[in-house]
């Protein structure tokens, strides 16, 4: 009979072990519990951690996250106002603040980010639509972008390279689009914190087009700067093609005013010399003709002279065998 009483005591124990574990439940500092009943939630949240109790077998605990949760878009392509097609990457911090309504409406986690994506999409493309691709891309309005330092003045005078003045700037379309997008999560028991573009890019489709643009212009630049060399080059080349037939100019001018100045010492000596003695005049003749006959004959040369020439009126009467080989006179011949 004591075993019964023993075996039986050991049966209410552990059964009233297993309803008291059923009956607790614990509630840790990062999570938030909705009790349901058959599926439907009763009394409120609980929201303080520690050790709770319910009914057991009958009701459920279901588990909320009470931490700021992340959503990470997918990139989508969307057009701006000036139908430019881009890739928009964006990304959203969020918490639960009513754990009833949200318990309610999505249940799940995975039920909230896929409404996050139609939200957060929707409200994306339609602030994408109503702004130009400079007031998405710039910050602030207020910030001065650079300028290209590879500009000419020319270039600059007309603005080229130039931004086109923002009204808005990144950080405001981003605004607008939380504002939109936090009413409307609002409904799910769920708090919007903070929303920022990830990335944004060009479309893959025009891409392409796009850095063909860029390497023209880059290329019209190095055009520039190639043509610029090739003048700059061909004006060096012409400076000093001047230079040099001006340096010739001045030694040729040089060379000739000091052989003048030569001849006409030569000449004042010669004159001085015929003044003082007449025969010296012949004997000046004779020797500048014979430093001639050095310069006009060689091997081999032929002379066709008149007989009252004065290289002519020297070799008279010289023979075949000297310095000169053979001379012929033309009128009178010799």
């Known amino acids: 009979m004591s075993k019964i ?10 059964l009233g072990a297993y309803i008291a574990m059923s ?25 303080s951690a520690g050790l709770k109790l319910k009914v057991p077998f009958i009701q459920d605990v279901n588990p909320i996250d009470k931490r700021v949760l992340e959503w990470d878009g997918s990139p989508s ?23 009833l309504q949200y318990f309610l409406r999505l249940r799940d986690e995975r039920s909230a980010q896929s409404r996050l994506d139609d939200i957060l999409g929707s409200e994306t493309r339609n602030a994408v639509a109503k702004h130009e691709l400079i007031e998405i891309i710039r910050t602030t309005k207020d910030r ?4 290209d330092a590879l500009l000419t003045d ?3 005078e007309l603005d080229m390279g130039s931004l086109v003045p923002i009204q808005k700037g990144r950080q405001l379309v981003e605004q607008e689009i939380f504002a939109a997008a936090a009413e409307k999560v609002r409904v799910f028991g769920i708090e919007l914190l903070d929303i920022r573009f990830k990335r944004i890019n060009y479309n893959e489709s025009v891409r392409p087009k796009i850095y063909d643009r860029m390497i023209s212009e880059r290329r019209q630049i190095a055009e520039r700067f190639l043509s610029e060399g090739n ?19 001045e030694a040729y001018r040089q060379v000739e005013e000091i052989r003048g100045v030569a001849d006409a010492k030569a ?5 001085t010399a015929y003044n003082q003695s007449p025969g010296a005049v012949a004997f000046y003749e004779f020797t500048r003709t014979m430093q001639s006959y050095k310069s006009i004959i060689a091997e081999n040369t032929t002379l066709v002279l008149s007989t009252d020439s004065d290289l002519f009126k020297f070799l008279k009467g010289m023979s075949p065998d000297g310095d000169v080989a053979r001379t012929q006179g033309s009128g009178d011949k010799q």
């Open 5 to 14: 009483l023993q075996i039986a005591l050991l049966v209410v124990l552990g």
């Open 23 to 47: 009956a607790i439940y614990t509630v840790s500092e990062v999570e938030q519990m909705i009790i349901t009943q058959f599926g439907k939630p009763v009394g409120d949240p609980v929201t």
């Open 77 to 99: 392509d969307m057009p701006t106002k000036d139908k430019l097609y881009i890739s928009v990457d964006l990304f959203a911090r969020w918490r639960i603040t009513d754990p």
């Open 144 to 147: 001065v972008p650079l300028r």
């Open 154 to 156: 020319a270039e600059k």
């Open 231 to 249: 003048g700059e080059a061909a004006r060096i080349r012409g400076n000093r093609v001047r230079d040099l037939n001006k340096i010739q100019s």
């Open 267 to 271: 000449t004042e000596i010669y004159a």
